[in-house]
């Protein structure tokens, strides 16, 4: 079920300060649609005594009011679903991209091996409890609440018990005890954002869509209410505890979740190309398992190519093959492979699905978008250079055409001068002839480097570049442009049709492909057409670039903020996930 559009907000009172009136007004002028439900002191317990009357005796307990305030946020959205944001968060934009998922948590810091053992945390990934959302009835909230019953005799002498017994550190050990068990929580990590309110590190904000600025007046004694000589601590009876537990486990025996699919292992190494990296994507929605034969009726994910892994499936489960091609027509083996050894078959674009239902595959097509690695955004600078470097990352199969992109910047030297081709391949696999990209690797101009590199290592790649360009005849998966993009890369695109999307943004400097022709692949195979992508439009587009770059730096900046919310991982997963579970 998908979070529905409700919005929970809580305080003492109604009477809302400074700053936090503002973040409050900005919340609500971004979410017009939206319902918004805010809860004084008395309409927490209210819900909690409605909702949940078995917790009461623990939340009248608590030492604190941010206690009771932090059980009540869990049982909110547990009984009514949507967002719980607190007063002290700045929404940044619409929360409406979170309705696709069914519970949504984001990465509050990673702490050092140091700060984690201080805290007794067995992980470094730290979840944050400022702002979650969820469908109703979410198995981790009652897993939370759950975990919040244990702790709930815990002494509370200063903030950081707090924090470990209700808030963050408690939702912390909840996700690593629960992330493999329940595939759908979705964790928003933060990779670059550095906190607004003083931490002086990477943290503190809910992925794109909102930042804390952790202003709470219980932190530090501010709150008379919170610790000190006249905090007093109601017992509880053993079976008010008791009595909770149970409570909550009779809702968790009816909520039990679907079992995971299975993800046939098809590649075992560190992504380097799309399929592989799909592949790496898939990891999180399932089980690996090398060989799937042994099992039966059991829904097995296939990320790869169809025939390549029918040793290893079985037709007494349910196989999904999640692949894609990269022209108009799917050789006949392929045709023949899908239908009869698979039940579903998953594509990452309309137009592939259309090649796909035209080369006659009779199976349901299901259209899940790839999408693309988040690396590092740093700050771009080229006082280091003196050259226009190119950039090109991928396998130097033909249809890439890197040759003609070779070409194309030899025919620029004496126009962009010290112009550089960067090229980086990541692989060379058995069928890829060398000799093709002999002359290329041996040039003055070209900068050529292969092998498996870190997601660290390809940032500072792209970071270093003066634009990307990928002059592709035909893509099935296309991660690279929208990577380059959303560093703030200026980029050239081919107009291929799985480049639709991206090139009607406007953020992109695109090729344009006259006429189509024969789609020749490696080993000299034809399998019906691809757009042919011509060494002058390339060397034009270049040069374009090159001679307005502050313009298209602009743009590309521009095109970093569409991007980063247009195809996130977490909605492929998403995406993968409630289909599997539909079928």
Known sequence: MPIPKIIHQTAQNKDIKEPYRSFQGKLLSLHPDWEYCFYDDRD?????AKQFPALLPIYDSFTTNVQRADMFRVVAVYSYGGVYVDLDVECLQPLDGLCEYNCVLSEEKTLNSNEAQKLGHEHTLRVANFMFASE???????????????????????????????????????????????????????????????????????????RHYHLGSWRSGKDCSLIGPGSKKRELATEDTKGASEAIEREVEKRQPDSPPYVLQTYRDIACDGLSTVFQRCLAIGSPIDDSKRLKDKKVLVAGIPFLHLDKISLFNTNVIYTAFESTELPKFWVQAINDCYRYCIVPHESIRTVFRDSRVRIPIEVVHQGFTRYRRKKRSFSAHRSFRVGFLGVPARRKNLHKLFEACSSLQKQIPGLKLVVHVPIFYQWLDRSETRIIRSAQFVAWSEGRWTEEKLADWFHDLSCYVFPSSGEGWSFTPRESLYLGVPTIISDIPVHDELVASGFFKVIGS?????????????????????????????????????????????????IENKWPNESMQQRLLTFLNGI
């Not at 927490?44 to 909690?48: A, D, G, I, L, S």
């Not at 707090?162 to 690593?176: A, F, I, K």
């Not at 789609?519 to 060397?539: K, L, M, S, V, Y």
Request: glycine fraction near 6%; charge should be neutral; aromatic fraction near 8%.
């Open 136 to 210: 109703p009835n979410h198995l981790f909230l009652l897993y939370l609440l759950l975990k919040m019953i244990e702790r709930c005799q815990n002494p509370v002498l200063r903030e950081d018990d707090v924090l470990e017994n209700t808030g963050p550190g408690l939702m912390t050990d909840n996700y690593h005890a629960c992330k493999d068990k329940l595939r759908d929580i979705v964790l928003l990590r933060n990779i670059d954002r550095v906190c607004s309110a003083g931490c002086g590190r990477v943290s503190c904000h809910f992925g794109n869509y909102a």
């Open 44 to 48: 927490c317990r209210n819900t909690v």
């Open 514 to 562: 006259k006429r189509l022709e024969d789609a020749q692949h490696e080993g000299n195979n034809t399998f019906g057409q691809w757009h042919r992508i011509d060494t002058e439009d390339i060397a034009r587009a270049i040069l374009d670039v090159y001679k307005n770059y502050g313009s298209y730096s602009i743009r590309s900046l521009q095109g970093s903020h569409w």
